[in-house]
């Protein structure tokens, strides 16, 4: 196995012994990336020198007798979480030449450790899509297929785990931004509880449901990630002061899951679905009750409001955080303004993509007098009732299975003048969000070549549990292990 094809915990066994340099760790990663990211475009900016500086800073810690987490990992960071020195551009020309004057907290987190950052990666504009096409810096395309797109808005971050331009990554996930190109990309994502990271640094895009979390080759891959970056951070008001259990421990003995109650919504699997999405689901959760889970059926049937209450909320959300882009402070500034509403309009203009305009003028809408109740308000209180739906089938059930997606990668291009289509991607991801609780994808099967992913969705800040059936369930079959012939 050559070095970049490793994933994070058997680098660190190698790293350990001694057997490895995490700067031939880090080189084996950069040639990598120049090798294949042309034809994949996975990232938007290359931190190569800095890259090289933190390995040899990690081989000397390894030296003198450190042993952190993920000391002399090498790691992909999606661009819209800061990080100090570097540009972070939220794929938007806006904000094409901001380099942040500070790391967000998963950052210095992923510091401490002992993490090796190679770049930012490519992503949706302001993390808005579900195919890493409204990048502001050209789309990124999916290691399997070149011509079909990664899933979004993580996609750059999924991409470069699957065509192993770097050992694991970060993402963040709004309403199915990690788990949608983990599951097109064929890679493990989770999206952790609201409140389990701190959202300290990341660029906001609709604060009541953005959520960093990783991506990685497998799930132990992505528990290691998770123990790191999770954690209260007094610096952001919605991180929750809970003890962050040890996930790496709670993959130990998991390959037998009696005890275990998994349900199945019915809501989830839908006309119009792949027909081959829907039979490697329903195997997997055969392969679930073989290892001694109770599989039953329940139901979350406020499932089919999930997509406008979401298309009505995020944007809302959106059309605030977004004010703060007016080309005074940082980022873009037309130049040939005439005065300073002039400069205001013409900086939005040509600073923020299409997809961004359209859900500015969404949430603004949605948000405008007379029409706050009618829509904002009401879709706020059926999201109460998609979470209710929430906590009463786990009343029954420790977690639920469903697809990640109705379909497997889509073709660049064939959705992108379509935005209901497009949307319709993400139909099954959003309720995660909208309830606040956690969820994950991983591989189970393929169709056409591409990818399949499988959901898991648990109970708030239960992330070690999703991580335990996740683990069980990758032991049991061999999908993980496939990669892409780039």
Partial sequence: MKLHELTIHQARQLLRAGEVSSVELTRACLERIRAVDDRVGAYVTVTDELALAQAREADQRHRGGEDTPLLGIPLAIKDVICMRGAPTTSGSRILENFIPPYDATVIERLREAG??????????????????????????????DLARVPGGSSGGSA???????????LGSDTGGS??????????????????????????????????????????????????????HDERESTSMPLEVPHYVTALEGAEE??????????????????????????????VLAELGAEVVEVSVPHTEYALPVYYLIAPAEAS??????????????????????????????????????????????????????????????????????????????????????????????????DPLKMYLSDVFTLSVNLAGICGASIPCGFADGLPIGLQLMGVAFHEATVLRVAYAYEQATEWHRRRPAL
């Fill in 159 to 169: 991409a470069a785990v699957a065509a192993d331009e770097c050992l694991g990554g």
């Fill in 320 to 417: 605030a955080n977004l004010a703060r882009y007016d080309g005074v402070r940082y980022g873009f500034r037309y130049p040939e303004a005439e005065d300073l509403w002039d400069a205001y309009r013409r900086s939005r203009q040509h600073g923020f993509g299409a997809e961004v305009k359209r859900r500015i003028m969404l949430g603004t809408y949605a948000l405008s007098a007379g029409y706050y109740d009618a829509y904002y308000l009401k879709a706020q209180q059926v999201r109460t009732l998609i979470k209710e739906d929430f906590d009463r089938a786990f009343e029954q059930v420790d977690l639920l299975i469903a697809p990640v997606s109705p379909t497997v990668a889509f073709r660049i291009g064939e959705k992108v003048d």
């Fill in 178 to 231: 990690i788990r949608q190109p983990a599951s097109f990309c064929g890679v493990v994502g989770v999206k952790p509880s609201y409140g389990r990271v701190s959202r300290y640094g990341l660029v906001a895009f609709a604060s009541s449901l953005d959520q960093i979390g990783p991506l990685g080759k497998d799930v132990r891959d992505c528990a290691i990630l998770l123990q790191v970056i999770a954690g």
């Fill in 257 to 286: 899951l009696s005890g275990v109650r998994i349900g199945v919504p019915h809501e989830y699997f839908i006309e119009g679905m792949q027909p081959q999405v829907e039979e490697a689901v329903r195997e997997a959760i055969k």
């Fill in 115 to 144: 993490a090796v950052i190679l770049g930012k990666t490519n992503m949706d504009e302001f993390a808005m899509g579900s195919s890493t096409e409204n990048s502001a810096f050209g789309p990124t395309h999916n290691p399997w």
